[in-house]
């Protein structure tokens, strides 16, 4: 593995940074999307047997708010439930937006590091290619074979670009139609 990363060249640090990060993201949001963080079986059975029996406290539903997502909203609709119609969608709405954004939270870094990931491999890509073809004229004689050795390792970051890249770009996908699934059900 040692050999494959110094031979890619200086680009296959950031490559590897990139991986780390993809790794890294993917394993937070896997975490912080699972359905018991999001959308708790019963929350809303208990929310309504708390607000039928009006027996709702303070504390109670602060840590509703902070035990998920949909308590955090279901809480707020409650806290504002006196407001006027208008007054009280245009609250639920802001907060909505809220859950929203907390739920994407690192997804665009994610489809970022996915996208340039291949970008980056290419480049070292062009910058071995030059390196070896600026050898080749450097040499009296054409060797084939230092030929091969460079193109080969200029395609080393391609290749790793890639394999970053096409699963980050799944999990990326992923991640956004499980919060369209979740904000839906």
Not at 28 to 52: T, Y
Not at 173 to 179: S, V
Request: hydrophobic content about 45%; glycine content about 8%; charged content about 15%.
């Amino acid at each position: 593995m040692n050999e494959f990363i110094t031979a890619g060249g200086p680009f296959m640090w950031p490559l590897l940074a990139c991986s780390v990060l993809i790794i890294t993201i993917t394993i937070e949001r896997s975490w912080f999307l699972q359905n018991r963080l999001v959308s708790p079986k019963g929350l809303k059975a208990q929310i309504i047997n708390l607000l039928d029996k009006e027996t709702i406290s303070k504390k109670q539903a602060s840590e509703i708010a902070n035990l998920s997502s949909l308590g955090f909203l279901l809480i707020n609709c409650i806290k504002y439930k006196n407001l006027q119609r208008d007054n009280l969608e245009s609250k639920i709405e802001e907060k909505a937006i809220e859950v929203k954004y907390g739920l994407e939270r690192n997804l665009t870094m994610l489809g970022t590091i996915a996208t340039i990931s291949p970008l980056l491999g290419l480049l070292g890509t062009v910058v071995g290619m030059i390196t070896a073809f600026t050898g080749l004229t450097e040499t009296a004689g054409a060797n084939p074979d230092l030929l091969a050795s460079g193109i080969s390792q200029a395609l080393i970051t391609t290749a790793f670009g890639l394999f970053i890249a096409v699963p980050g770009l799944v999990m990326h996908k992923y991640f956004e139609q499980k919060i369209t699934y979740l904000l839906i059900t």
